[in-house]
């Protein structure tokens, strides 16, 4: 009886065709895998921006004019890239400790930094501050000791864009006491609805982004009619 096996050949031909199946497996594998991070990047991505978007549309829809702080929008830079700034009075005060924060009026900040960890990301912080009779609120915003601490609203961030519209229509890039405020007959005027712009980084290696945007119609006048 003979005995029957593989030859050398036949064994080098099965390891090779092994070897090219589990390389097709491997890569279906990897980009599977690749798939399913990107749906999870993006869908923190939604989660982030949806958040950051409901609180801005909060407080702008809450906006008021006011004597002591103006509405304020600066078109800023920050390495190629728009890092607007936004400061405003508003009646949306958030309350996370009710023994040591009062209710009311508020000066709302929103800012666009840069983030420490990655230069190529911004970090949207805001913060307010009780607007107090005869107390420059302003000046308490820009005291870090006295002023609230900023939170963290959305990080991750290429771009931060405000744009600010009039009562006639007419688009500005920032919004302050100056031609804006003239036009709209006195200091310190809203305007009728700011346009938010968010970029998100999905991978800042290819250039990768995911952009948001919303435009907030803002009260003609004050919560008291005045």
Known sequence: MRAHGFTLLEVVLAITVLGVVMAMLTLSLSATLRVVESTEKQEEIFFVAQTAMRRITEDLAAAVPTGDVSFTGEKKGLRDRRADQLRFASQARLIFNPDKQKPGRALIRYQALEDPADRRMLRLTRQDTLILPGVDTVKVLTNQEAADPAFLLADGLRAV????????????????????AKEEGKAGALPAAVHCTLEFWIDPDKDMVQTFSTRVLVPAESADGQ
């Open 161 to 180: 864009r405000f744009a600010y519209f009039d009562r006639e229509g007419q688009e500005f890039g920032g919004w302050g006491e100056e031609e804006q």
